[in-house]
DNA sequence: AATGAATGAGATTTCATTCAT
DNA sequence: AATGAATGAAATCTCATTCAT
């Protein structure tokens, strides 16, 4: 009788190697036996918890999914000022550390794989709802409050979750311009932008 | 006898078909065989223009960037007046045809290739080099005529072009909740929010 | 304590489901977790009752070969007339039922696998002995008797039991020109052409 | 410019060297890289000229059948009367060579395969016909002679050709009780069943 | 300048078998 | 007596690349 929690260990191992060889190598170079030694186990058991790669892939982006927001929650709701929220959201997304780098690799390898197939496209449009519903509501409690400018807080929230991808895109990169600092300038002086005058 | 341009004519077609394939059906799954098919050609010929396959992308890449650049250029030089301009660059980002919409194809692919391939985060920096310089350069005019609010000009055209990267991904993944029409809608806010009071 | 039957069972069991396997999914496709699932117990315990594939399979013949010997004989003891008991006899092998069906996929599939096999050639040596033998006992009988034409008993015995096989796997096949009901046909004109002239 | 013959004659080749691997070793065996190695190519161009196994087993049953065809038509046409023809037929189906050996292996494979394969039933639909047809066509010719005796000759044809398969079949398998030479009298005596008394 | 048949290295996938429990 | 997670050897299939023509 193995442990009932074996299997679920076991394939939280390969989904958590999954990640780390796709944030090295991307998703295009990874091969399943990667995949295996990285985890510790053999191909056939990769393929014992996940009969394709496609779907191995699939799980790892859920899995990169829950893990995100299980770290964004405690963060956004630690503050109670919707100004303060508003920052501390948009903090969580620098990728200062190697789990929200490799996260933030499998976004992007996310996005590429999706224009592609329907499931994955799926998946981002719960994300995105995810991510595009807690900015609106804290842009909205702003704006009750008299803090944030007036306007449409959903086009206000779609901008800035969009600038905060294309921004971690470019860092991502390496680009020469557009370095962790200079991302979180951005991200501060667009804060600026919609707060009102007094506050 | 032949022609001189002859060359010239077909590598741009392998290109062009490079592009529609790469939009189609992404640069993982295209192959060397299916650019033949699309072009015309055989694999021998794409081969006899483009040694391997990772030339061919990384040429088609920077042909997809020469391209976009000649498309937006007179867009721009049409307007004088900064806000016009500012307006009409962003505009010329939405991907309202097919065009378009081949080209955001080809810089999502880009992105995630260049996460691992030092020589098209070269070309990543080139291009965004430019984007930046042309929206700053058109910034810091609109600041000095009064018509933009103040700010680190450089810091505010980060912050558009990486917004209408995130907004173009999720147009181009089909989000229920980022069409075209709301993409345009947050463009125009963005813009708004920039604005002086008077302007 | 357990029931000494409970191995005796068990093992039955394994049988009949690679029987009921075999026949729907041919030897080829059958996999040991197949019959594992359809015999409610796992690869384990297949492997625990027969150390390899090749050894269920071999079981699988033999136990096919004395569960159909069984059906057979009191057919054709049923009759003493020897027309009657060539009759019953010829009868009995019509794929009427799933049974009969699911037997013959289990000679079809045996022919196959004996080409390559000396110990599925030697079973199968035995069993067309047996069919043989008893073929032709009837038939002398009937000569005896004076209801057969003469020649060789042995000849005609396995013209007929050959004829059978062949008409049978077309039936099986789903032969549009060699449904049950032709194939019921056939075996009838065959034992008029060796009835003699009175009878 | 390559010659071209060559497809063709490469086609041919791998075609011959599956039927050779799947006599020896059977279909279940046979790995494509057998066929590969026999006909002194590479796997990759075995699957260059057929997609999958599953095709170039289907293009081997179907190359194999015609050239059945092709050997038969001659030697039945070589006789005018019935009885010969008849005879020449049967004898045809002799394994008495290592191609007609090989084309049994074919058939028998196709049995096998064809139970759990719609395509396959169809080849095997048209074969037959075939066969029937033929037959059929010479046991009516030599009942309007008044060589052969009454009786439906579609159901003494089935009977006949049915009987071969399972001839050859036993004959195949090593059947110490059915040789070649066996199944050359039991021919024999059912060719002397349906002849009238005087021819 | 162009071809496309052929290759072979490498990737995914399958599955009988094992073994600790 | 039975389990089923894990294995790894082996099979199919893919495809960028080559080269004789």
């Not at 991510?131 to 400018?149: E, K, L, S």
Request: hydrophobic share 40%; with cysteine; proline share 3%.
């Amino acid at each position: 009788m193995a442990r009932p929690s074996v299997e679920a260990e076991r394939r939280e191992q390969i989904l958590a190697a999954t990640r780390e060889v796709v944030a090295e190598m991307g998703f295009r170079a990874m091969r399943v036996a990667d995949v295996a030694k990285r985890s510790g186990a053999s191909t056939g058991t990769v393929h014992y918890y996940f009969e394709t790669k496609r779907e191995l892939m699939q799980a790892a982006f859920e899995w990169n999914f829950h893990a995100s927001q299980a770290r964004r929650t405690p963060v956004v709701e630690a503050h109670e000022d919707p100004r303060d929220r508003l920052r501390a959201f948009l903090d969580s997304y620098l990728p200062v550390d190697e789990v929200v780098v490799q996260s933030w690799h499998m976004w992007i390898e996310l996005w590429t794989a999706a224009l592609h197939d329907t499931d994955l496209r799926e998946l981002n449009e719960n994300v995105y709802g995810e991510w595009r519903r807690t900015v609106a509501g804290i842009i909205r409690d702003g704006q009750d409050r008299g803090y944030f400018v007036t306007g449409d807080p959903v086009l206000l929230a779609n901008g800035l979750v969009s600038m905060v991808d294309g921004l971690a895109l470019q860092v991502l990169l390496g680009s020469r311009s557009m370095t962790l600092e200079q991302m979180r300038r951005v991200c501060e002086q667009s804060v600026e932008l919609i707060l009102t005058e007094g506050s």
